[in-house]
């Protein structure tokens, strides 16, 4: 079969040199211009890759393509390798075009296109073949994690050409601070990129997903991922929650221990200054609920909540003051001492105002009074008292007094 395989690639090859010699004399000078043009081509491992050489001036002469063993592949639009995957896509005297499916990372290589003018003119083009990364793989996480542990995760993939990028993100916060590392696999083509992330976990990290995403171009911008959910164990916290501001004498009190932690606590634990509950009667437990029925002074107290789990407890406390209802609802009210307090400035201040406005007025009009007898005071006898006012008062028409 090799030997029936070299004969016929000899055969094409001597053929076309056969061809091109007795038509050399006439086509020397026509072949000056004859180029083979081709172009590089990179496809997916299990791709399909075209393979296209051009002539834009030819005058019937073949064209041929070799592979990087430079083995014929096609001689014009005659098939020379039997390779079920190589399939002529077109063949004349401008153009040859074949197509390599189902590509393999040992297709990469040069190909050559061949014009078989005197001398034989080639163009190389470069078929690049990208590995494609497996699915990655998330190690390292084992449930549950304490709250406060050091946690490392590390993500792996195989097969890339070139080799992939791994990037590490936390809801949906990208991490930077990872370590990275690349190895070349016994192909010897393709790699293995691993990336390990560290970070300390707490009790906001429970139920958060840790994805890891393998980006390659071979990926057509739909990137690889692989997602760990984390499980943090943690203690309680605590709080309690009143059902009222302001509990009242003779009124129900409900208080809500609310508690969170994982695993759950549960139950919970309620206490009143130190001790047990008083009065059972009154003070019925339900679930996480404290109900106090009919409060009274004797209520008043600090009330504890303790919840505990597996990881360890928690407590908080509440203290209750009981209110006499009148003196709460003569506190909600208007104030009146307030009220009646402003009344009264503002009494004061208006009777102020009116007594100063009067004594202003009163000063002014007196001055007027005294302007308009003034020289009658001095006068020796009355007769003269009264011409010297009269003129005082014709001299008082020629002044103008304007009041405002």
Known sequence: MIWKRSAVLRFY??????LQASASKNKVKGSQGQFPLTQNVTVVEGGTAILTCRVDQNDNTSLQWSNPAQQTLYFDDKKALRDNRIELVRASWHELSISVSDVSLSDEGQYTCSLFTMPVKTSKAYLTVLGVPEKPQISGFSSPVMEGDLMQLTCKT?????????????NDKEIKDVKYLKEEDANRKTFTVSSTLDFRVDRSDDGVAVICRVDHES???????AMQVLEIHYTPSVKIIPSTPFPQEGQPLILTCESKGKPLPEPVLWTKDGGELPDPDRMVVSGRELNILFLNKTDNGTYRCEATNTIGQSSAEYVLIVHDPNALAGQTGPDHALIGGIV?????????SIFLLGRYLARH???YLTNEAKGAEDAPDADTAIINAEGSQVNAEEKKEYFI
């Open 13 to 18: 090859s001597v053929c076309g040199l056969l």
């Open 158 to 170: 195989s097969g890339s050409k070139p080799a992939a990028d791994i990037r590490w993100f936390k």
């Open 219 to 225: 990926l057509n911008a739909t990137p690889q991922v």
């Open 344 to 352: 009264a400035v503002v009494v004061f201040v208006t009777l102020c």
């Open 365 to 367: 009009k007196g001055t």
